[in-house]
């Protein structure tokens, strides 16, 4: 299920969603620079809106999150398989 998730995403979502699995809880800012990208609030924003019950907002503010442990699994097995 978490694979079909992944699949249907457009490719820079996907990319995204691999690449910020590297850290296990995180806020838009630190995915900003991790990522060099300057959209990771809308990113998260895009995902939150749509249902996705794997991204798990760790307080009432909306500043941490993290993803399910299942699909952080699979995403950070997407990524090392992704490297060289």
Do not use: C
């Not at 996907?14 to 995180?26: C, I």
């Not at 809106?49 to 993290?66: A, E, I, K, M, T």
Request: negative net charge.
């Amino acid at each position: 299920v978490v694979e079909e998730v992944i699949d249907r995403l457009d490719l820079d979502t996907a990319t995204f969603l691999v690449e910020s699995a590297v850290l296990d809880r995180f806020t838009t800012e630190q995915l900003d620079a991790l990522l060099g990208r300057h959209d990771s609030a809308r990113m998260l924003g895009l995902l939150t809106s749509s249902g996705n019950p794997f991204l798990v907002s760790l307080d009432h503010q909306r500043v941490w999150y993290r993803y399910h442990h299942l699909f952080g699994d699979v995403l950070r097995g997407r990524l090392r398989a992704s490297a060289p």
